[in-house]
């Protein structure tokens, strides 16, 4: 089983609609983050969420992390044909490690 | 403002060929790892080095090797190419955060697109 759940695992929203991306994990994360992939390139970090109950924006993008530190969501607002892409949440479950652990991603595309 | 460099980006394998891909970074990071990325299947850690000099096996290590020679660069090498290990493959770097304090993000290369015939 995946250590770091994501869900949906696709979306399809027209253009000007809100939309969430949820990241869940079974155990206490030591940092959060929020990754961006367009097909032929690498992985854009987008932000990083350490502390329980953090909120934090860039643009049109804004990505929280619960008070328990176990649950991330990021929420576009007025989504944009260059929102799409697939998002990835990574973690570390420990603190000062090597190890991060990556959700399997959520596939969105805006329809114009 | 480089980051994180991959080469080549795509390369088509026969089986048991033999090939390195190239990494490496130019902001002082400690940190170095490397990834494989299946459809539907997340990252998957090959290996991984906390500093030159060092490096250890993540999740999926069979088949390949890693050297640490330098800061900046870290290597991956497959000896005997085989079909399973067609995977778009990634480097990615972090600096080292002190126990207690939370991990910084790793910073991740384009990738490398490997075909393996």
């Known amino acids: 089983s995946q250590e770091l759940e994501q869900s949906p695992q696709s979306l399809i929203v027209q253009e000007g609609k809100n939309l969430t991306i949820n990241c869940t994990s079974s155990?206490?994360?030591?940092?959060l983050y929020w990754y961006k992939q367009k097909y032929g390139e690498g992985l854009i970090f987008l932000m990083m969420?350490?502390?329980?109950?953090e909120e934090k924006s860039h643009e049109k993008i804004t990505a929280k992390l619960d008070e328990k530190k176990q649950q991330s969501s990021l929420h576009i607002t007025a989504s944009q044909p260059s929102h799409a892409g697939i998002y990835l949440c990574?973690?570390?479950?420990?603190?000062?490690?090597?190890?991060?652990?990556f959700g399997t991603g959520t596939r969105l595309k805006v329809l114009a | 403002n480089a980051g994180v460099t991959q080469t080549p980006k795509f390369r088509i394998l026969k089986i048991g060929q033999s090939m390195t891909l190239q990494c490496t970074q130019d902001?002082?990071?400690?940190?170095m790892y490397w990834y494989r990325q299946d459809p539907g299947m997340g990252l998957k850690l090959i290996y991984y080095?906390?500093?030159?000099?060092?490096?250890d096996k993540g999740e999926v290590p069979n088949g390949y090797n890693v050297s640490r020679s330098t800061t900046e660069d870290f290597p991956l090498r497959l000896e005997l190419a085989a079909p399973s290990q067609t995977s778009v493959y990634f480097c990615?770097?972090?600096?080292?955060?002190?126990?207690?304090?939370?991990?910084?993000?790793?910073?991740f290369g384009d990738g490398t697109r490997l075909s393996i015939l």
């Open positions: 902001m002082n990071h400690n940190y």
């Open positions: 080095s906390v500093g030159a000099g060092i490096t």
């Open positions: 990615a770097s972090s600096y080292r955060q002190g126990r207690g304090k939370s991990n910084q993000p790793q910073h």
């Open positions: 155990k206490t994360l030591y940092g």
């Open positions: 969420l350490q502390k329980g109950g």
């Open positions: 990574g973690a570390a479950t420990t603190s000062g490690t090597y190890k991060y652990i």
